[in-house]
């Protein structure tokens, strides 16, 4: 059986958006790809993430954050980057490894109530379902 083609998201510090961006691509497209992600720094799991991906029935919290593997990058069919930061400081590409950006907002970084700061979590998780969906088709 041949090997699945690697999914690899990225963003700075691997421990929200990738992170549901990886809890999502395991869910949804396993079938298909072999899912990992990874950042310019490794930041620790975010809790909030962990909790946002749990309301949606999807536990992350056995993701580890870790830092962009260049083999595993190499190997890689497709990267995403999540943020501006992993797309400007992510290392360069090998030839024929197929990109995209999704520019999301951090919601790490989301000020205001426990509620105001979940809802941009939830919104932020929401669109990054969206687009992993899209891969799907």
């Given at each position: 059986?041949?090997?699945?083609?690697?999914?690899?998201?990225?963003?700075?510090?691997?421990?929200?958006?990738?992170?549901?961006?990886?809890?999502?691509?395991?869910?949804?497209?396993?079938?298909?790809?072999?899912?990992?992600?990874?950042?310019?720094?490794?930041?620790?799991?975010?809790?909030?993430?962990?909790?946002?991906?749990?309301?949606?029935?999807?536990?992350?919290s056995?993701?580890?954050?870790?830092?962009?593997?260049?083999?595993?990058?190499?190997?890689?069919?497709?990267?995403?980057?999540?943020?501006?930061?992993?797309?400007?400081?992510?290392?360069?590409?090998?030839?024929?490894?197929?990109?995209?950006?999704?520019?999301?907002?951090?919601?790490?970084?989301?000020?205001g109530?426990e509620?105001?700061?979940?809802?941009?979590?939830?919104?932020?998780?929401?669109?990054?379902?969206?687009?992993?969906?899209?891969?799907?088709?």
């Amino acid at each position: 059986m041949a090997e699945k083609p690697i999914l690899y998201f990225l963003c700075t510090g691997n421990s929200c958006r990738s992170q549901m961006a990886e809890g999502f691509g395991h869910e949804l497209l396993n079938d298909r790809w072999e899912v990992k992600s990874a950042g310019i720094e490794a930041h620790g799991m975010n809790p909030k993430a962990v909790e946002m991906m749990n309301e949606v029935g999807i536990d992350i919290s056995n993701q580890e954050s870790s830092v962009i593997d260049q083999d595993i990058l190499n190997k890689s069919s497709l990267v995403i980057t999540l943020c501006g930061d992993a797309k400007e400081n992510c290392p360069v590409l090998p030839k024929g490894i197929e990109s995209d950006h999704w520019g999301l907002e951090d919601p790490a970084k989301a000020t205001g109530s426990e509620e105001e700061v979940n809802e941009v979590f939830r919104e932020v998780r929401d669109e990054i379902k969206k687009r992993v969906e899209n891969l799907s088709k």
